[in-house]
């Protein structure tokens, strides 16, 4: 079963519009991080944001929101104010510190377009 | 700076023609790993290592080896390249721990022809 699943391969979104990237997990741990990532088309991995299974509350960085629903184990980044520099891709990613000796999982990415 | 730097950022070379990517980090980070990047496939591990001395395979290996001699460098070695291995590789750092996450390198792009 894959360990994190995104769904969308590609998103548009208008310019100052809000999107959400969608991103689904698979763990036994009962400790996890969820963490989120963008590529733009230069090509380096950006870290945006992180969620600790144990945190109360949803991550914020910034125009960076983590959308943590734990029972139904999805982690959906949340992008408020869309800028045309958001134009990239981005990575869900969850680390399990247990069951897997630290082991990342990445899902396969969802490619961002901000649209004028 | 905190940093994982990574060399060289391109790379054309032959086929079977031996070639090593440098991997160095300066945040006493004990776990290192290697990805390559393929455009459909997302990112995927190469090998790891969670200490000096200690690496293990990751989902792709074959055709890759890797050593730590030391904490901070992790050398990716391609002993016989193959346009098979042409892609898009990453290196990362992490402290151990569900918390924390990856530093990445800049990425290498190797082309093998």
């Not at chain 1, 036994?28 to 991080?33: F, T």
């Not at chain 1, 949803?58 to 104010?81: D, M």
């Not at chain 2, 190469?46 to 050398?75: A, H, L, W």
């Not at chain 2, 098979?84 to 750092?93: D, E, P, R």
Request: hydrophobic share 30%; aromatic share 14%; with cysteine.
């Amino acid at each position: 079963a894959q360990k994190i699943t995104q769904t969308q391969p590609g998103m548009f979104v208008q310019e100052k519009e809000a999107v959400t990237l969608d991103c689904t997990y698979d763990t036994s741990d009962p400790s996890y991080g969820l963490f989120w990532y963008k590529q733009p088309s230069s090509g380096e991995m950006i870290f945006l944001i992180y969620q600790g299974s144990y945190d109360q509350q949803n991550a914020t960085e910034g125009r960076y929101s983590l959308n943590f629903q734990k029972a139904r184990k999805s982690a959906n980044l949340v992008i408020s104010a869309s800028q045309l520099g958001d134009s990239a891709m981005y990575f869900c990613a969850m680390r399990e510190p247990y069951h897997t000796g630290n082991q990342f999982y990445f899902g396969t990415g969802t490619s961002l377009t901000v649209i004028p | 700076e905190a940093q994982v730097t990574q060399n060289p950022r391109y790379l054309i070379t032959v086929t079977g023609k031996k070639l090593t990517v440098t991997c160095s980090q300066n945040m006493n980070h004990e776990y290192m790993s290697w990805y390559r990047q393929d455009p459909g496939l997302g990112l995927r591990q190469i090998y790891y290592s969670m200490n000096v001395e200690v690496t293990d395979k990751g989902d792709v290996p074959e055709g890759y080896k890797v050593s730590r001699k030391e904490k901070r460098n992790f050398p990716l070695i391609l002993e016989s390249p193959s346009p098979n291995q042409t892609s898009l590789y990453f290196c990362a750092s992490s402290l151990a721990g569900a918390d924390y996450g990856y530093t990445f390198g800049s990425g290498t792009r190797l082309t093998v022809v």
